[in-house]
């Protein structure tokens, strides 16, 4: 059970780049997220999905893309890459809960995307 | 204000010494309630999900108090595996999919 994974660990872009985040998870796992980590940070995030073809903007989604065709997949997008969006990466999925745990459902990290724009 | 907060430390201290950090919420409408142990440049883990009544794993008890908005977490006869930084995650009852993070508590754990 590989859980969520993320590709790729790391990647230099050049400012005005493109590039495709990928996110995948073999839990079943109807909500999925995309969040990034500056350094000393807490976690803000960029988009959420609470099942395919669903997404919405979370707090700092300016500069990002993401779609949910399937399931699995989460890719996040960027498409004109800044130096503001030096960061870690990290996607996270859950489950919904239920009545009996009080949808108490904790979050699942993948291993995260260390980017740099320069 | 930062809707979760945490001291960032760092804690120093020796293995087998027993560690309590705290973490204040400032929504009264949280709902669930998290400790996430993250290790230098890598993902968050899950380290115990946090109940009204407070719960303990192992050398690992958190206690949750919503009268003062605070969370805590108990770390007794530490190792030196422990040392890592601890965040505290915060979910709303209104909105399940917003999740609050603190910037998370360092700890030391030395010979």
């Known amino acids: 059970n590989a859980g969520v994974t993320q590709t790729p660990k790391f990647r230099i872009l050049k400012i005005g780049q493109s590039m495709t985040l990928q996110c995948t998870q073999d839990?079943?796992?109807?909500?999925m997220y995309w969040y990034r980590q500056d350094p000393g940070m807490g976690l803000k995030l960029i988009y959420y999905?609470?099942?395919?073809?669903?997404?919405d903007k979370g707090e700092v989604p300016n500069g990002y893309n993401v779609s949910r065709s399937t399931t699995e997949d989460f890719p996040l997008r960027l498409e004109l890459a800044a130096p503001s969006q030096t960061s870690v990466y990290f996607c996270?999925?859950?489950?919904?809960?239920?009545?009996?745990?009080?949808?108490?459902?904790?979050?699942?990290f993948g291993n995260g995307t260390r980017l740099t724009v320069t | 204000r930062k809707e979760v907060e945490q001291d960032p430390g760092p804690f120093n201290v020796p293995e087998g010494a027993t560690v309590a950090f705290n973490c204040t919420y400032s929504?009264?409408?949280?709902?669930?309630f998290f400790w996430y142990r993250q290790d230098c440049r890598k993902e968050p883990k899950l380290l115990m999900s946090?109940?009204?009544s407070g719960n303990e794993d192992g050398r690992f008890t958190a206690q949750l108090n919503r009268a003062s908005q605070y969370i805590s977490l108990l770390i007794r006869d530490s190792k030196l595996s422990d040392s890592a930084t601890y965040l505290c995650?915060?979910?709303?009852?209104?909105?399940?999919?917003?999740?609050?993070f603190g910037s998370g508590t360092k700890l030391n754990v030395k010979p």
């Open positions: 839990m079943n796992h109807n909500y």
């Open positions: 996270a999925s859950r489950s919904p809960g239920t009545a009996e745990t009080n949808y108490n459902s904790p979050l699942h």
């Open positions: 929504n009264s409408a949280s709902q669930s």
């Open positions: 999905s609470v099942g395919a073809g669903i997404t």
């Open positions: 946090v109940y009204s």
């Open positions: 995650v915060v979910n709303l009852l209104y909105n399940f999919n917003k999740f609050y």
